[in-house]
């Protein structure tokens, strides 16, 4: 069994910083795609950002040049560094990780969520 453990969220006024992180416990053998997601109200959830083993990313065209993704493999964590907030930004907002378990079966996981309020 793995669990992943969000933080980071809160209320930020507009052009403001947060940094998001996510950790994953548990019989974890190796971590494929780390990933943010993101839902507004009424909206259906949307990627934000993600990021393979490999170390490729992509974001989606709305964050590119303000969020940026980065993981940590020894601590199986991921982090979202969000810059420039605007009000659309306004989310909850998850974390989803592709993990090899130590039985070697492949599982994909997602945080409770995290909400970011971008107002002034």
């Known amino acids: 069994q793995v669990q992943l453990v969000e933080s980071g969220g809160g209320l930020v006024q507009p052009g403001g910083s947060l940094r998001l992180s996510c950790a994953a416990s548990?019989?974890?053998?190796?971590?494929?795609?780390m990933g943010w997601y993101r839902q507004a109200p009424g909206k259906q959830r949307e990627l934000v950002a993600a990021?393979?083993?490999?170390?490729?990313?992509n974001y989606a065209d709305s964050v590119k040049g303000r969020f940026a993704i980065s993981r940590d493999n020894a601590k199986n964590a991921v982090y979202l560094q969000m810059n420039s907030l605007k009000p659309e930004d306004t989310a909850v907002y998850y974390c989803?990780?592709?993990?090899?378990?130590?039985?070697?079966?492949?599982?994909?996981?997602w945080g409770q969520g995290t909400q970011v309020t971008v107002s002034s």
């Open positions: 990021t393979t083993s490999g170390g490729s990313t």
């Open positions: 548990g019989t974890i053998f190796r971590i494929n795609a």
């Open positions: 989803k990780i592709d993990v090899t378990t130590g039985s070697l079966a492949r599982f994909v996981y």
